[in-house]
């Protein structure tokens, strides 16, 4: 299951993020989103657990909580909204 993770620092790491929820299971994958040009955290990212259930007990424990020195947002990673079809000139 991917899990969002908001609210982050800009010093936060993949690797703090994978510290922090395998506490709660067993965790596949962490990445923090980067902005494209400056290679700097955007505050954001994403940790994969395997198993729903451990990945439910981490959200439902560390939601609103602290992380770094700021209240995280943590809930089900969405679906990527699909792209918009380019626009058509007028001309």
Known sequence: MDIYVGNLTYQTTAEDLIDIFSAYGSVAKANIVTDRDTRRSK?????????????????????????????????????????????????
């Open 43 to 91: 505050g954001f990212g994403f940790v994969t657990m395997e198993n729903e259930q451990e990945a439910n007990n981490a959200i439902n424990a560390l939601n609103g909580k602290e992380i770094q020195g700021r209240v995280a947002r943590i809930n089900p990673a969405q679906d990527k909204p699909a792209a918009r079809p380019a626009r058509q000139s007028r001309y």
